[in-house]
């Protein structure tokens, strides 16, 4: 069975934005994305809320176009273009998106059968209020946290409403240079 991986920048106090959704507190550098690169490319899948995939159609699919347009830029570009994206939303229309599915109804049935799919990890990108949903319904099978050097004292925490406690098993850990901590778990479900 697939997996649901969070994919998600995270300050030391537990918040994935600001108050306001602000997210310029976020450190990213070329070590960052050479080493989320490879992990992403390894995904078929990429899940998102309604507002992180807006953001991410406005952006991603002509990226690469741009004369400035960095290494990251144009890798993220065509990843982008070619993976399978589905959205979680209750206002969105999925007619004319390419190689996009929408889910407003049904949830825990839906992600089930995408997860009884054959492929690789989907990776659930930012959308914390999608992610929180998934939390909710114990679907997410782990976590990929950046860890940035921040406390921010208020914000849209990742870990709301948690209705069960979670036992998780660290996989891995990294340092970079900016200061940023990658740790991954998997959620152990004995």
């Given at each position: 069975?697939?997996?649901?991986?969070?994919?998600?920048?995270?300050?030391?106090?537990?918040?994935?934005?600001?108050?306001?959704?602000?997210?310029?507190?976020?450190?990213?550098?070329?070590?960052?994305?050479?080493?989320?690169?490879?992990?992403?490319?390894?995904?078929?899948?990429?899940l998102y809320?309604?507002?992180?995939?807006?953001?991410?159609?406005?952006?991603?699919?002509?990226?690469?176009?741009?004369?400035?347009?960095?290494?990251?830029?144009?890798?993220?570009?065509?990843?982008?273009?070619?993976?399978?994206?589905?959205?979680?939303?209750?206002?969105?229309?999925?007619?004319?998106?390419?190689?996009?599915?929408?889910?407003?109804?049904?949830?825990?049935?839906?992600?089930n059968e995408?997860?009884?799919?054959?492929?690789?990890?989907?990776?659930?990108?930012?959308?914390?209020?999608?992610?929180?949903?998934?939390?909710?319904?114990?679907?997410?099978?782990?976590?990929?946290?950046?860890?940035?050097?921040?406390?921010?004292?208020?914000?849209?925490?990742?870990?709301?409403?948690?209705?069960?406690?979670?036992?998780?098993?660290?996989?891995?850990?990294?340092?970079?240079t900016s200061?940023?901590?990658?740790?991954?778990?998997?959620?152990?479900?004995?």
């Amino acid at each position: 069975m697939r997996k649901i991986i969070s994919f998600m920048h995270i300050s030391l106090d537990g918040f994935v934005a600001g108050p306001n959704g602000e997210m310029d507190w976020i450190k990213v550098d070329e070590e960052i994305f050479d080493y989320g690169h490879v992990r992403i490319s390894e995904g078929d899948t990429a899940l998102y809320g309604r507002v992180t995939y807006e953001m991410m159609e406005s952006y991603w699919p002509t990226a690469a176009d741009s004369p400035e347009a960095s290494k990251h830029d144009i890798e993220h570009s065509k990843w982008y273009k070619n993976v399978r994206k589905v959205v979680l939303s209750k206002t969105m229309s999925g007619a004319g998106l390419a190689n996009t599915e929408i889910i407003s109804e049904n949830l825990a049935d839906r992600i089930n059968e995408i997860k009884q799919q054959a492929g690789n990890d989907i990776l659930l990108f930012g959308s914390p209020s999608a992610t929180h949903s998934l939390m909710q319904l114990d679907l997410i099978d782990g976590y990929w946290l950046f860890v940035n050097p921040v406390i921010l004292g208020q914000g849209i925490p990742l870990f709301a409403d948690m209705k069960n406690k979670t036992e998780l098993k660290l996989l891995s850990t990294r340092q970079f240079t900016s200061g940023v901590t990658e740790l991954s778990y998997i959620v152990d479900r004995k």
